[in-house]
């Protein structure tokens, strides 16, 4: 039982700036395995939460003129409140700076570090991006300022901690050469594993507290220290599960897990696959087995992120098209690991074309013509005609969920429910509706309403089937096709439910139109 446990992780934003689209997706993009792998009744723990101890929120208080700890908890308060507005099924949501549990884990796991002799301290001369909260060597640089921000880098220098990320090269190194990591898609190994073949190089793990503002953990023995960003935030997965104070808990839900599943976003894939797995090597704990890599959206063209300002408030576009069509859009149109580009008219595109014009229209169909041919409820005969395609996209769609990608997925499901609506289009219930009302009573009638009623049963489970695969994608509007067949959905996922019992004799009750279409 213990193997069925899975860790699924959003990386944790800084709270420096309101929240973006793009960040909504990796919400979204890790909401959606959780999902799955409940549905096929594992022990899911999905975690997100926020890097509060960044030195960007500390300069982001300053310019307001606030005081850095109220700042960032209210700042953080909008992550929050950002997956509420997209109905995620969030099992934590960590703040570094508040959660009792976190700076005991990073003190845990900085002394597990030292104790191996993989800590020690050095001088350090750098040129900082505070925007990045990175040092660069000078050939990474553009014409000597930030290459993501073009702004001026900081002259550090000083005695830092450093950890001694080369004594792992060996051991990232067989890892990235292993089948123990996945990263999907895999062309994101390609740039890790060039980078460990450079030759991997200590780095920094504190900075004075000066230039922390005195804002972060301090190191342990060390109060003139503060533990530098990386090595803080990325020990949030595991203080989420309890390392350092709940030990038992930590040992089911980490090391022992079947899965440990980061999603993220393309610019930390380097800490990600090699930072993150070597700290956890040097503590003796068990690395990532899953890295997701989604790309950046653009808006209508242009680039997004809190530095830059210009990003798309998610929170407007829930309000104004609703959580499940924003859901839809960024799984549907935008391929794992790929960049893309947001925008409105798309969305609407999207949205029409597979929610309201084929599922919307496929159970306002389907709903009339059972109340109008079978008192409202489901015949209890069906020929099977979709059940083949309904296993078929069940199949196709949890190996996809299996490889990490939702997007794949959403594709099979609604290829399964354009299936459903060229069947009805091809067995024409409704003209045989018509048909039936003119026929005196006679064999061939019987043998019409028959034909009507099994065409109508199988279409209406294939519905249901349809539903129960949503649920990881658009858990809202899955339980609103449960309830207008008045039937709870099957357990699609690695169940084997019965299509000939599946829905017989449900009630069925039409409310409003599942999506309407949207006017550009
Ligand atoms: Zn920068």
């Known amino acids: 039982m213990e193997k069925d446990a899975i860790f699924i992780s959003t990386s944790i934003p800084y709270v420096n700036g309101a929240p973006h689209v793009g960040f909504a997706w990796e919400l979204v993009l890790a909401d959606v395995l959780a999902r799955y792998h409940r549905a096929r009744g594992r022990r899911v723990w999905l975690c997100t939460g926020t890097d509060d101890n960044s030195l960007k929120n500390v300069r982001a208080a300053e310019a307001e003129g606030a005081a850095t700890a109220p700042f960032v908890r209210a700042c953080g308060e909008r992550f929050l409140a950002l ?17 009792p549990r976190h700076a005991p884990a990073v003190e845990a796991i900085w002394r597990a570090c030292d104790a191996r002799g993989d800590i020690y301290a050095r001088g350090y001369q750098g040129a900082y991006c505070v925007g990045c909260e990175q040092f660069f060597a000078p050939h990474e640089l553009t014409g000597g300022r930030c290459p993501e921000h073009d702004s001026e880098l900081e002259r550090i220098d000083e005695q830092n901690a450093f950890f001694r990320l080369s004594s792992h090269q060996a051991g990232i190194d067989a890892l990235l050469s292993s089948a123990a990591l996945r990263i999907w898609p895999d062309t994101y190994r390609a740039e890790s594993y060039a980078w460990v073949r450079s030759g991997l190089v200590d780095f920094s793990i504190s900075r004075s507290i000066e230039r922390a503002r005195g804002w972060g953990i301090a190191v342990p023995g060390d109060p003139t220290q503060i533990v530098y960003v990386w090595f803080d935030a990325l020990v949030n997965y595991i203080s989420s599960l309890g390392y350092a104070t709940d030990p038992a808990r930590f040992d089911a839900g980490w090391q022992q897990a079947a899965r440990r599943i980061h999603v993220i976003g393309k610019n930390v894939t380097r800490f990600h696959c090699v930072y993150w797995p070597a700290i956890l090597a040097s503590a003796g704990l068990r690395p990532p087995t899953d ?36 859901r839809h859009y960024l799984l549907a149109r935008f391929p794992l690991g790929s960049d893309g580009d947001f925008s409105i008219p798309g969305l609407a595109h999207a949205s029409n074309d597979a929610l309201a014009d084929q599922l919307g229209n496929l159970q306002n169909r389907l709903l009339v013509l059972l109340e109008q041919n079978t008192e409202g409820s489901v015949p209890a005969q069906t020929d099977g005609e979709l059940q083949p395609a309904a296993r078929d996209a069940a199949a196709r769609a949890s190996a996809a969920l ?12 609604f290829d399964f429910i354009r299936a459903i609506n060229l069947a009805l289009a091809q067995t024409e219930p409704w003209r045989l509706a018509r048909r039936l009302r003119d026929l005196p009573d006679s064999s061939e009638r019987d043998a019409a309403r028959t034909r009507l009623q099994r065409t109508l049963g199988d279409a209406a489970r294939a519905l249901l089937w349809a539903g129960a695969l949503l649920e990881p994608f658009l858990p809202d509007t899955a339980a609103r096709i449960g309830a207008a067949l008045g039937s709870p959905l099957p357990s699609v996922y690695g169940g084997d439910p019965d299509w000939q019992t599946l829905a017989a004799g449900a009630r069925v009750r039409r409310g409003e139109v599942l999506f309407e279409r949207l006017v550009a």
Do not use: M, Q, W, Y
């Open 83 to 99: 997956c509420r507005a997209l109905g995620l099924s969030h099992d934590d949501f960590i703040r570094t700076a508040f959660d």
């Open 291 to 326: 890295v997701v890599v989604h790309g950046f959206l653009t808006v209508e063209g242009r680039k997004i992120g809190k530095s830059l300002g210009n990003g798309v408030d998610p929170f407007e576009l829930v309000e104004r098209f609703g959580a499940e069509r924003l």
């Open 402 to 413: 299996e490889r990490c990608d939702p997007h794949a997925a959403i594709g099979h499901v």
